[in-house]
């Protein structure tokens, strides 16, 4: 059955800072000369500008069923994306019922690598990931259409801005990850792919992506990538956890 292209295409999180996916995905449907409903949280600048780039701005509350489906309605392909919050999986089960009673016709959810290695008995302690594993629960129990895209850590959305203070300053990658190895994705490669499919989505419903980097990496390899690029000896240091979390913490990041 053919995905029916009437009314705008919806993308939420539309004015939100986590890579800016949602500001990049408006651009990219813009540009395909397609219609866009970007939902904001605030009457704002970043609103303003989707506004003159040519978007219908909407204001709203993912947490507000009334809210959700005013934006939703009208809209036959969503996508769907909410940065760090505690009330994550309630938005996505809220979504999922706004959608089915509207009819949607193509929900593009965005998830998180980590979900690929999770089961019920094999969880994370991160509360966010467990809340992203279950709303890929919910979403496919909804029956919706749905195509998920699962991007491993936003390059420009939370890698560089929490390396590039150390290597700034002390010439060294300050994190946590022991010999654990990465792969982190351009937020602009993740939001092609998210315009791709809204443009398009028939070939995709039902499908999980993963989107990763070029390789993957150990933070010493990543350390010479640094030292190559900025011609200085750049090094690793593995912080411990209670360092790194008061780092997040000083940075003003989300405890979930």
Same mark, same amino acid.
């Given at each position: 059955m053919?995905?029916?292209?009437?009314g705008?295409?919806?993308?939420?999180?539309?004015?939100?800072?986590?890579?800016?996916v949602g !500001? @990049?995905?408006?651009?990219?449907?813009?540009e395909r000369?397609?219609? &866009?409903?970007?939902?904001v949280? +605030?009457?704002d600048?970043?609103?303003?500008a989707?506004?003159?780039?040519?978007a219908?701005v909407?204001?709203?509350?993912?947490l507000?069923?009334a809210d959700? =489906?005013?934006?939703v +309605?009208?809209? !036959?392909?969503?996508?769907f994306?909410?940065?760090?919050s505690?009330?994550?999986?309630e938005?996505s &089960?809220?979504?999922?019922?706004?959608?089915?009673?509207?009819g949607? $016709?193509?929900?593009? +959810?965005?998830?998180?690598? %980590?979900?690929?290695?999770?089961s019920?008995?094999?969880?994370?302690?991160?509360?966010?990931?467990?809340?992203?594993w279950l709303?890929?629960?919910?979403?496919s129990? $909804?029956?919706l259409? &749905?195509? @998920?895209? !699962?991007? @491993?850590?936003f390059?420009?959305?939370? =890698?560089?801005?929490?390396?590039?203070?150390?290597v700034?300053?002390?010439s060294?990658?300050?994190l946590?990850?022991?010999?654990g190895k %990465?792969?982190p994705?351009?937020? %602009?490669d993740v939001?092609?792919?998210?315009?791709?499919v809204?443009?398009?989505?028939?070939?995709y419903?039902?499908? /999980?992506?993963e989107l990763?980097?070029?390789?993957s990496?150990?933070?010493?390899?990543?350390?010479?990538e640094?030292?190559?690029?900025? +011609?200085r000896?750049?090094t690793y240091s593995? /912080?411990p956890p209670?360092?790194?979390?008061?780092?997040l913490?000083?940075?003003?990041?989300p405890s979930?």
């Amino acid at each position: 059955m053919k995905t029916s292209h009437d009314g705008p295409i919806l993308v939420t999180g539309a004015a939100g800072k986590l890579g800016g996916v949602g !500001r @990049t995905v408006v651009s990219l449907l813009l540009e395909r000369g397609l219609p &866009v409903r970007a939902m904001v949280r +605030n009457e704002d600048s970043r609103a303003a500008a989707l506004r003159t780039a040519g978007a219908e701005v909407v204001v709203g509350d993912l947490l507000d069923p009334a809210d959700v =489906f005013r934006v939703v +309605n009208g809209c !036959r392909r969503v996508y769907f994306g909410m940065s760090v919050s505690a009330g994550y999986l309630e938005a996505s &089960v809220t979504m999922a019922a706004v959608a089915r009673e509207v009819g949607v $016709s193509a929900l593009v +959810n965005m998830s998180q690598m %980590t979900v690929s290695q999770m089961s019920i008995q094999n969880t994370t302690p991160s509360p966010q990931q467990r809340q992203h594993w279950l709303s890929e629960q919910a979403l496919s129990w $909804s029956g919706l259409p &749905v195509v @998920t895209i !699962r991007p @491993t850590v936003f390059l420009e959305g939370f =890698f560089l801005p929490l390396t590039g203070p150390g290597v700034r300053d002390r010439s060294r990658i300050e994190l946590p990850f022991g010999r654990g190895k %990465t792969s982190p994705v351009s937020t %602009t490669d993740v939001a092609r792919v998210i315009a791709a499919v809204l443009a398009d989505p028939d070939p995709y419903v039902g499908g /999980i992506y993963e989107l990763t980097g070029p390789r993957s990496e150990d933070m010493d390899e990543v350390a010479r990538e640094y030292s190559e690029a900025l +011609n200085r000896e750049v090094t690793y240091s593995d /912080i411990p956890p209670v360092a790194w979390e008061q780092g997040l913490k000083t940075r003003g990041c989300p405890s979930t």
